[in-house]
């Protein structure tokens, strides 16, 4: 047995050394363990990652001192940039009077001015807060609440979602059954994954007339199987990690009145779009719609501590508390941690103050100017930008052992997936920097190293 565990891995002593015991021993996320015969192997340098040391503002300092200009704020979170000065505080405030306590029986500040900072921001209605660890863990939630609802009512038979294709809803075992069945390949885990309800995905998108014959798909499904429906489960306006696709609010506004129609809940997953990155402060307000149960996650502290949240009316809670079980059958160890709620507390008062709406307006013309020249190129299918989220899509997917190096050598971090190549800047950068982001993607792409 080993005693010592000190160790003695450092980017500063070595590098490579410390690189090296990462391949052998982490997952990184959708990530081969493969293990790579020689040092040039191809599934070594497909799966290479790169050292980052720190990070300030939109920057990312790798281990050799390289500064990288950060297009992805680390997947939808970091809207007010890296170490900023007011979070860190926030937390290291926090950490010193209360890192955790259980929040079975206790409470505490951090939780209940979160509570209310949530139910005052949220679209009309949902005051009921369930605070989780994760975004996956929001998406569990959610599904739990509407089953236990129509169990409730006396609804037992009701016990499936609806499901968008083309959507992404998280990695856990319930959420995973929601993903496109295709990319979030169901037929791995066939035995096991819960069989829902899936319907062709929104094809009008965002900006482009429309057709009534795009809600048809979800009428024909509510005709036919409501009964058995529980809720209707989408991303409202955009979808995130199965296309980077923006479709037209009036499928979301109809979405809504079918539900009411057919006696289904819909849950609106915002956990990507939540917080201001559609250009509105929740996606759904572009339809001007309430959902009956929302999730929020990834932006909700800034990217500075794990946090996610499932919002509901107080009639779904109240019927909830007075079925059978007499209480929402959820409880995780990690419930309200004061750390991540003091990280999101803070990060919303920053959203605020720092006029978010205003950031992002500007982050979206300069998106669309830095990103239009694109369009020129043969490679390039479409350009699309909606507030502060930008989508170069491209005929065919990107090699990653060839962009990745590219944009780094360009000093620009992204991280393109298939066929696309998108950017969602941190609210907090800059005209001349969002140029410089948007310049060196541009020279990647003509330079044809993809
Ligand atoms: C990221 C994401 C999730 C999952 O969140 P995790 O925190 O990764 O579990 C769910 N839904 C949407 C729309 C997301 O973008």
Request: aromatic letters at 8%; glycine letters at 8%.
């Amino acid at each position: 047995m080993t005693t010592q565990l000190e160790t003695d891995f450092s980017f500063k002593k070595s590098t490579s050394k410390a690189l090296a015991y990462d391949q052998q021993h982490l997952w990184h996320p959708y990530s081969s363990m493969k293990r790579p015969k020689e040092s040039n192997d191809s599934v070594a340098h497909e799966q290479a990652v790169w050292p980052v040391a720190s990070a300030k503002g939109v920057y990312l300092t790798l281990a050799d001192g390289t500064q990288l200009i950060d297009g992805m704020s680390s997947w939808w979170c970091t809207v007010h940039g890296y170490s900023h000065p007011r979070m860190v505080k926030a937390i290291s405030d926090q950490a010193a009077s209360l890192s955790h306590v259980m929040f079975g029986g206790l409470t505490h500040e951090p939780a209940i001015n979160l509570a209310y900072k949530l139910v005052q921001l949220t679209p009309a209605g949902l005051n009921k807060v369930f605070l989780s660890d994760s975004g996956s863990v929001a998406v569990e939630v959610a599904v739990k609440m509407a089953i236990q609802y129509q169990q409730a009512r006396g609804l037992s038979g009701k016990t499936k979602l609806i499901a968008l294709n083309k959507g992404y809803h998280g990695d856990t075992l319930g959420a995973m059954a929601l993903c496109d069945p295709t990319t979030g390949m169901h037929h791995l885990f066939s035995g096991l994954l819960a069989q829902q309800y899936f319907i062709r995905e929104p094809k009008i998108a965002f900006g482009q007339p429309w057709n009534d014959d795009d809600i048809e798909p979800l009428r024909e499904c509510l005709e036919q199987n409501h009964h058995n429906i529980a809720a209707l489960i989408l991303e409202p306006i955009v979808q995130g990690a199965g296309g980077m696709r923006f479709y037209h609010p009036e499928y979301l506004k109809q979405a809504r009145q079918l539900c009411d129609e057919y006696d289904v809940l819909l849950i609106a997953d915002e956990i990507a779009t939540g917080f201001g990155r559609s250009g509105k402060l929740f996606a759904c307000e572009h339809s001007n719609i309430t959902p009956d149960i929302l999730c929020v996650g990834k932006a909700l502290t800034a990217g500075y501590m794990t946090l996610a949240a499932t919002l509901t009316t107080d009639l779904i809670a109240e019927t909830i508390s007075a079925g059978e079980a007499g209480c929402f059958m959820h409880g995780p160890t990690f419930m309200a941690n004061p750390l991540a709620c003091a990280a999101a507390n803070e990060s919303l008062s920053l959203l605020i103050e720092n006029d978010w709406q205003g950031q992002v307006q500007r982050l979206e013309k300069g998106l669309e100017v830095g990103l239009a020249p694109a369009r020129k190129l043969d490679a390039v299918a479409d350009v699309r930008v909606l507030g502060a989220i930008g989508v170069i899509e491209m005929n065919a997917a990107v090699d990653m052992k060839k962009i990745q190096p590219a944009c780094i050598e360009q000093g620009v971090w992204l991280r393109p997936f298939g066929r696309l190549v998108y950017i969602m800047p941190a609210y907090v950068m800059s005209e001349k920097e969002l140029e410089g982001l948007t310049a060196g993607i541009l020279k990647v792409l003509k330079s044809g190293a993809f």
